[in-house]
């Protein structure tokens, strides 16, 4: 009798849990036996179909592009077509992700999980900007909050500013552009807590004698989207006139070289779309004014991205030219990969100018704080990995993936300082 007062409860609490589920599940895009394929092309025109695809229809996504290969996820509904049209063209395609929605699934996003903040999953929004408020209730004499702006759908794009004296060289991270890159926003926030908490020598050092602006989540519409509705959504969320198409590729959008060379597209429905024009949206329009108006503050700047394991400078828009300083900008990502490579879990990255390495690709933010805010060291950091897991890199690689940037942060400043670049650009 006892045991079926308890069991009556229990039945009923399960099939609540169980419609919940179902229903939480129902609102978010599903995809089940999505593939991620890798496509090594042999030349240009292989290379425009490919990417052509994309633009397409919903049953292609470009995942990745470099200069011999892309990874597209494709619909199931798709694959026949797909490989018999890679077949056609003479073009291996490999299976990467057999199917996506298994790694959504096996919680190697871990969005949904209630815990308290750390680094074991990946947080919401919500929960980082709660743990940006504590941090900087913790250490208000070390912390600032600073407002960027305000997004398309109104939301406020938050940063801080770590200093512990004055006269430091500036370093700003932005994080987060694209919206399913969970491992940026990741990596800074346990970034700026290992510069808070750190008692190791070699961090006091990084963290108080350097100047930290750091936007965790730079794209907050597109990241609130790709928890709530859609994981491997890119993009921001404004709308555009005469397309159904939601989005603009924000790394598309700043005022440099904007829309040249092909280095984006001019169509809404693409990844890469650059928006109607440079700086037509309102989150690179608020970031790139207020780094315009603390530019003489910054001396180095970071783009946090994922994934392919590449460090990549100036310029996108072309790999005909290169910055004056391209070498010392190949001195300090070399002492990024060497870093990161001595450190027990031997990963390697590849460095360059980002047309040169990956593709070429206009109107990015590290392109146009070089060129326009005078931010002389300005890198694109594309984390792990390199495909197995793509954008949806297992909870477990978030410390591993974020003690390697901060070795390669330190040892790419210490090699900015000894080449000069770290000098003051203003009087004190
Ligand atoms: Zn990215």
């Given at each position: ?42 030349n240009a025109?292989?290379r ?20 011999d ?69 913790s ?125 984006a597209s ?68 070399k ?5 990161v ?78 080449l ?9």
């Amino acid at each position: 009798m006892k045991l079926w007062v308890c069991a009556v409860p229990l039945v009923v609490l399960l099939s609540a849990l169980a419609n919940a589920a179902s229903i939480g599940q129902d609102e978010r895009v599903r995809y089940d036996n999505y593939s991620v394929y890798k496509v090594k092309y042999a030349n240009a025109l292989q290379r425009s179909v490919l990417l052509q695809l994309d633009e397409e229809s919903n049953d292609f996504n470009l995942w990745h592009e470099a200069s011999d290969q892309v990874h597209v996820m494709v619909s199931p509904k798709a694959k026949l077509e797909f490989e018999a049209r890679m077949s056609q063209m003479n073009a291996s395609a490999e299976v990467l992700i057999e199917n996506v929605q298994s790694l959504i699934q096996d919680g190697s996003d871990g969005a949904l999980r209630d815990s308290s903040f750390g680094w074991t999953s990946y947080h919401t929004l919500e929960k980082i900007e709660a743990w940006l408020d504590e941090i900087l209730a913790s250490y208000p004499e070390i912390v600032t909050g600073f407002l960027v702006g305000q997004s398309y759908e109104g939301r406020d794009i938050r940063g801080i500013k770590i200093s512990y004296k004055s006269g430091n060289p500036g370093v700003f991270i932005e994080s987060n552009i694209h919206a399913r890159e969970w491992i940026t926003s990741a990596t800074a926030t346990w970034f700026i807590n290992e510069l808070l908490t750190s008692s190791d020598a070699a961090v006091r050092d990084l963290a108080e004698n350097h100047d930290w602006y750091i936007v965790p989540v730079f794209n907050v519409d597109g990241f609130v989207y790709s928890h709530v509705k859609d994981r491997m959504w890119r993009k921001s969320r404004s709308p555009s006139a005469g397309s159904t198409c939601i989005g603009v590729d924000l790394n598309r959008n700043y005022d440099s070289h904007w829309m040249e060379n092909g280095g984006a597209s001019d169509n809404p429905c693409a990844e890469t779309y650059a928006g109607l024009s440079a700086f037509s949206e309102p989150e690179t329009k608020a970031l790139s004014e207020y780094i315009s108006g603390i530019k003489d503050k910054v001396n180095v700047l970071f783009a946090f991205h994922s994934y392919s394991q590449v460090l990549l400078s100036p310029y996108g828009h072309t790999d005909e030219e290169f910055p004056d300083n391209y070498d010392d900008l190949l001195q300090v990502a070399k002492a990024y990969a060497d870093a990161v490579n001595s450190l027990q879990y031997g990963t390697t990255y590849r460095y360059g100018s980002s047309a040169e390495v990956l593709y070429i690709a206009s109107g990015c933010t590290n392109d146009w704080a070089y060129v326009k805010a005078d931010i002389e060291i300005s890198y694109t950091i594309e984390f792990r990995d390199t495909g197995h897991h793509g954008f949806l890199l297992p909870p477990t690689h978030i410390i591993p993936n974020a003690e390697e940037t901060l070795a390669g942060i330190t040892a790419l400043l210490a090699e900015s300082r000894e080449l000069g670049y770290l000098e003051l650009k203003y009087d004190l």
